[in-house]
């Protein structure tokens, strides 16, 4: 498992007044613990909407948000010491790195962040000796399809679903 604190922002250029921090104990978010929690909620009822049709809705809770938080490495992108970005790391199956939860300020879209969290994942999956990174995404977000796909995902499976 993933148990690292301070990934700065080594070999990304980010500009003056960000950086990419890791979480992996509850008490660390304290600095920001308001905040993160609103990209939780806003992550958790974007992904309740478009998964309407399909799943029931997840609970948004503070034991949640917990949960999330402490089952996983969570790399949080700030600004100035807002969060303003967000994306859980876990250990998937086979060497896989999954990437759960990933979220970006809708104020702050197509400013490079969700790219920058991307390399960011990715470099800690490979020092943590991850082969390869997964995650899922909803049939009707071509925002984040597009941006997975620039940086090199492609689609491996499809999930299809009836209501009985």
Same mark, same amino acid.
């Given at each position: 498992?993933?148990?690292?604190?301070?990934?700065?922002? =080594? =070999?990304?250029?980010? #500009?003056?007044?960000?950086? $990419?921090?890791? *979480?992996?104990?509850?008490?660390? *978010?304290?600095?920001?613990?308001?905040? /993160?929690?609103?990209?939780?909620?806003?992550?958790?009822?974007?992904?309740?909407?478009?998964?309407?049709?399909?799943?029931?809705?997840?609970? $948004?809770? #503070?034991?949640?948000?917990?949960?999330? $938080?402490?089952?996983?490495?969570?790399?949080?992108?700030?600004?100035?010491?807002?969060?303003?970005?967000?994306?859980? *790391?876990?250990?998937?199956?086979?060497?896989?790195?999954?990437?759960?939860?990933? $979220?970006?300020?809708?104020?702050?879209?197509?400013?490079?962040?969700?790219?920058?969290? /991307?390399?960011?994942?990715?470099?800690?999956?490979?020092?943590?000796?991850?082969?390869?990174?997964?995650?899922?995404?909803? =049939?009707?977000?071509?925002? =984040?399809?597009? /941006?997975?796909?620039?940086?090199?995902?492609?689609?491996?499976?499809?999930?299809?679903?009836?209501? /009985?």
């Amino acid at each position: 498992m993933l148990s690292i604190y301070s990934i700065m922002e =080594a =070999a990304l250029r980010l #500009p003056k007044g960000d950086e $990419i921090v890791s *979480i992996k104990r509850f008490d660390q *978010i304290n600095p920001f613990k308001s905040e /993160l929690y609103k990209l939780y909620k806003l992550s958790t009822m974007e992904s309740n909407k478009a998964s309407k049709d399909y799943y029931s809705p997840v609970t $948004i809770s #503070p034991a949640n948000f917990k949960k999330e $938080i402490t089952s996983s490495t969570t790399l949080v992108y700030l600004r100035n010491g807002t969060p303003i970005g967000m994306v859980h *790391i876990l250990d998937g199956y086979d060497g896989a790195a999954f990437l759960r939860g990933f $979220i970006v300020n809708p104020k702050n879209r197509r400013e490079g962040i969700g790219t920058a969290l /991307l390399e960011k994942c990715f470099e800690v999956a490979r020092k943590y000796g991850h082969k390869k990174a997964e995650l899922m995404i909803w =049939a009707n977000n071509p925002n =984040a399809e597009r /941006l997975y796909s620039k940086h090199g995902f492609k689609v491996a499976e499809k999930t299809m679903v009836k209501h /009985l």
